[in-house]
């Protein structure tokens, strides 16, 4: 039989509303999250390729509801970002690492620099850099116990712009990554004017690196290209003990993902940290 094309149409219908319904009801509840202290942050190790040894550590939010439910970052960062909210969320995020940062000094735990994410919706808020400015103050940590991850993506909306922000943040004393790298479309130009320290090398050619001769010449070009413009290049999403390997032949620095740890609360950071990280 052949198909209804207005049937087609209302099913369409029907997803699109349930859709948007989904999402004027995350909005709601995400709206009132902050006030509630429904955020945590969880960390994950990042680790030195060559011999494994613990470099820093990478802020990850969770969203725990009153049921105890976790919603997922990939769920609701991208409607935070729409409604604008992760202006607010991400200035909670900012002053919550630093807080953690602080008593970990305090406690003397070693525990490398901390990156945190930051939406590239933030960069566009005109407030971005004093709000940046006076968390710093409030909690007295050192910038450069911090690094600010910025996807690629973000950065190329207004290259410009960016390249301004970013030069405001790295004045302050902040380490800058590129995130995700490889997945848009930067231009080798605009490589070499942002003013960042670190590429992460997206997960999606990390997954394929032992199975796809594509991946694997693509991650190699960003490591050289890296290393020529004096930037550090961070794997992320490794799982695999193989992956590590191909990543060590291949010159990389530094590496984050399962095969290391997952991302885990604080208190799981805490007991691992009571050692000091090397002599
Ligand atoms: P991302 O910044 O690329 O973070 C890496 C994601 O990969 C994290 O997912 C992490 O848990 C996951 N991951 C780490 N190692 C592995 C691995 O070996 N295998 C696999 N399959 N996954 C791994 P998560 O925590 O769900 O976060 C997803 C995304 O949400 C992040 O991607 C980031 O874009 C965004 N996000 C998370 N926290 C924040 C935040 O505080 N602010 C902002 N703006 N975005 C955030
Ligand atoms: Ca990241
Ligand atoms: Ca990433
Ligand atoms: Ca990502």
């Not at 994950?44 to 105890?68: C, N």
């Not at 992460?200 to 997954?207: C, E, P």
């Amino acid at each position: 039989a052949k198909a209804n094309p207005h049937r087609r149409t209302e099913f369409y219908r029907t997803e699109l509303c349930e859709q948007a319904e989904r999402q004027v009801a995350l909005t709601k509840l995400l709206r009132k999250a902050v006030s509630k202290h429904q955020f945590r942050a969880h960390y994950q190790s990042k680790h030195a390729v060559e011999d494994g040894r613990l470099t820093g550590y990478e802020a990850l939010i969770r969203w725990q509801l009153d049921d105890g439910v976790l919603v997922s970052p990939a769920q609701f960062i991208p409607v935070a970002e729409e409604t604008g909210l992760i202006v607010e969320i991400g200035r909670w995020m900012l002053a919550e690492v630093c807080r953690q940062i602080t008593e970990w000094r305090r406690l003397g735990y070693s525990f490398g620099r901390v990156s945190v994410n930051i939406s590239g919706r933030q960069l566009t808020d005109p407030e971005f850099v004093t709000t940046v400015a006076e968390i710093i103050g409030k909690t007295g940590v050192d910038p450069s116990d911090l690094e600010l991850e910025i996807t690629e993506s973000w950065l190329m909306v207004d290259p410009e712009r960016s390249t301004e922000i970013l030069r405001a943040l790295r004045g302050m004393g902040f380490k800058l990554s590129i995130d995700d790298f490889g997945i848009a479309y930067s231009s080798m130009n605009y490589l070499k004017h942002f003013p960042v320290d670190v590429i992460k090398v997206d997960r999606s050619f990390v997954r394929d690196i032992l199975t796809d001769r594509d991946s694997q010449a693509i991650v190699s070009a960003i490591i050289a290209m890296g290393h020529n413009l004096g930037r550090e290049i961070v794997a992320e999403g490794v799982e695999t003990r193989g992956q590590l390997d191909m990543l060590r032949s291949a010159g990389c620095d530094e590496a984050q993902g399962y095969l290391f740890s997952r991302p885990v609360p604080p208190e799981d950071v805490e007991r691992a940290r009571r050692m000091p990280l090397r002599q």
